[in-house]
């Protein structure tokens, strides 16, 4: 299992980094939110990888970490209000500049 | 008593939250409602100065969780410290903005407390993923910030700061869940215990967390090659924003200060990182002043004046001596004033220009030239360290702490180039004119802001010697981490 988590934090991150490098704001949004996941995933194992376990101490013989899920919680919220924001924020941009270009224009369009 | 710790925290949640109920049209009430909450922080923060300077660290239980399981709030000297300039900074910073720019948009006023609450809790946190949070909150609310006032410029500088920053974030929780993955704990003081006894692997690991924790303060702080998004960021901003975002690099700042002098000072992990922040460091200077140089815009060239300071700063700090961190925070108080007094400045030679805008070119004349002139070239001394005022002070404090060779000749190089920057603005601002009068309204309003925030070069010049020993007890109660150590886990290490 250990194996399956660390791929798939290793694909979300990857294609994470590979659309925020990308040029359009959509794409990069989109990275951002697969970076997001790959974090999280990456935050939640830190506690230590169990199987149908609680997170309640004495409820079984070994619990798991209920701080990473409380970690994860908040970072989830976060960073879920925070992709709200720069959608809007990248709709106003190509508003104002009639381009989703993330530097508001293209290369040929500047020169 | 030992409430007062959290007040610098609700205080301003209290009030962006009041704010944010408050009636649109009625936009004295919510200047009322802001300045109060600005008014209140000072006393607040004084106090916790007094308490502070006894030499006792101050730690405040959240829920009353024993501290290693519970977040705690810790007040020592330099949180206190930071506290209090924060508060000095943003009352003329929100005056200026009740002039008239708090208008431009509907919700500067709760913004401004939200930010307030995030920079006063990250100065006061002892959990480093409550630090997160707090870094969370100011930069949500320093978005809406940077982008209060509209124009395709501030929506292109802030896409980036957005974006930049979220990248941040993302690093900042993947050294936290390291942190947390090694030593089992996010209490700063349990941590900087913990990480000593760590061996092997889990030592790499740690490594690797702390080096990610060094970018992610870097990119807050403004650090070369994090530094980028700064200068548009700060340039495009409303005046009285930019004015108070000149203590958001300090954050970054402080935050790597905090964790170098508990956890890194000594031990295994001792320094770690330190000889990259330092040279990083010392490009950021060389580069800030070559962009310095070629700003063509006066909120450009003052932009990359907060970035030397950052680079002045940061170097000297990562030499881990406490006999430099002294002189390094009065060169913090320092900078943070005039680099906030500069973006009003600029603001109002923007007002009186019109079209030319502050744009470094030949202009209209201005209307009040010569007040304009008297506070620009007190302000461009300040803040280059020429003497008679506190910029030199500072400067001299510094190198007379850092005796090393790059260091002298970069900074001083520094100082010569923004010098010659700054004299190139001025007399293009105010000599190279032409046409006649465009505005002649400049408003005490905002004169009175401006020139507070200046004020406060000549008395941290007056009160230097005095200030310089302030700053030296504050160091000196850093440097032995153990205080800090045993007050948050109650003699349990």
């Known amino acids: 299992m250990e194996?399956?988590?660390?791929l798939i934090i290793g694909v979300l991150v990857a294609t994470g980094v590979y659309l925020c490098l990308r040029a359009r704001t959509f794409s990069v949004v989109l990275g951002l939110t697969l970076l997001g996941y790959g974090v999280n995933v990456f935050l939640f194992s830190m506690g230590g990888l169990k199987i149908n376990q609680v997170a309640v101490?004495?409820?079984?013989?070994?619990?798991?970490?209920?701080l990473t899920q409380a970690l994860v919680l908040t970072a989830i919220v976060i960073g879920f209000a925070m992709t709200a924001f720069l959608v809007v924020l990248a709709l106003r941009s190509q508003g104002e500049q009639h381009s989703d270009h993330v530097d508001g224009q293209d290369g040929e369009q500047r020169s | 008593m030992t409430h007062w710790i959290i007040a610098p925290i609700l205080i301003p949640a209290l009030a962006g939250l009041l704010l944010l109920l408050e009636v649109r049209e009625r936009q004295q009430l919510r200047r009322v409602t802001g300045l109060l909450s600005c008014v209140a922080l000072i006393p607040v923060a004084l106090v916790l100065w007094q308490q502070a300077a006894q030499g006792d660290v101050g730690v405040y239980q959240l829920g009353n969780w024993q501290a290693p399981f519970g977040i705690v709030l810790v007040l020592d000297q330099l949180s206190a410290m930071m506290l209090l300039l924060t508060a000095v900074l943003a009352l003329p910073a929100l005056l200026y903005g009740c002039a008239g720019d708090d208008r431009?948009?509907?919700n500067f006023h709760s913004l401004f407390q939200f930010q307030l609450m995030g920079i006063n809790g990250a100065f006061l946190t002892g959990d480093l993923f409550n630090l997160f949070v707090f870094f969370e909150v100011l930069l949500i609310a320093s978005y809406g910030l940077a982008l209060h006032g509209r124009g395709p410029e501030r929506v292109k500088a802030g896409l980036h700061y957005v974006v930049l920053n979220l990248a941040g974030s993302a690093l900042f929780l993947i050294a936290l869940g390291l942190i947390y993955g090694t030593t089992g704990t996010l209490n700063m003081a349990d941590f900087a215990v913990k990480a000593q006894a760590l061996e092997g692997s889990d030592q790499i690991l740690l490594t690797v967390a702390v080096l990610l924790l060094w970018v992610v303060f870097g990119l807050k702080a403004a650090l070369f090659p994090l530094y980028f998004w700064l200068p548009a960021a700060y340039a495009n901003a409303t005046a009285p924003v930019a004015a108070l975002f000149a203590i958001m690099t300090k954050v970054g700042i402080y935050a790597i200060l905090r964790m170098q002098a508990l956890a890194f000072s000594d031990g295994p992990l001792a320094g770690l990182g330190a000889d990259l922040l330092w040279w990083l460091a010392l490009v950021t200077l060389a580069l800030a002043a070559i962009g310095a140089l070629a700003a063509q815009r006066l909120g450009g060239l003052v932009a990359y004046l907060v970035v030397m300071s950052v680079g002045t700063?940061?170097?000297?700090?990562?030499?881990g001596d406490p006999k430099v961190v002294g002189p390094a925070l009065y060169y913090l108080i320092h900078s943070t004033l005039i680099c906030a007094a500069?973006?009003?400045?600029?603001?109002?030679l923007r007002r009186s220009r019109g079209d030319s805008d502050d744009r470094l070119e030949s202009g209209p004349p201005l209307a009040h030239g010569n007040w304009l002139g008297a506070a620009f070239f007190a302000a461009a001394v300040a803040v280059v360290g020429l003497p008679p005022l506190s910029g030199f002070v500072g400067k001299v404090a510094l190198l007379q702490a850092v005796p090393s060779a790059p260091y002298w000749v970069l900074l001083l190089l520094a100082g010569l180039a923004g010098l010659v920057g700054l004299s190139r603005a001025g007399s293009t601002l105010f000599w190279r004119v032409h046409g006649d009068v465009v505005s002649k309204k400049l408003g005490r309003r905002r004169v009175i802001p401006m020139l507070a925030l200046l004020l406060a070069s000549p008395l941290l010049t007056v009160a230097a010697e005095p200030l310089l020993q302030l700053c030296g007890g504050v160091a000196e109660q850093l440097a032995d981490q153990t205080i800090y150590i045993r007050a948050v886990l109650g003699g349990a290490s």
Do not use: K, M
Request: negative net charge.
């Open chain 1, 3 to 6: 194996l399956l988590v660390a």
């Open chain 2, 342 to 348: 500069l973006f009003l400045l600029c603001d109002l």
């Open chain 2, 104 to 106: 431009r948009g509907p």
């Open chain 1, 57 to 66: 101490v004495g409820a079984s013989a070994d619990p798991t970490d209920p």
């Open chain 2, 313 to 319: 700063l940061v170097a000297a700090l990562s030499l």
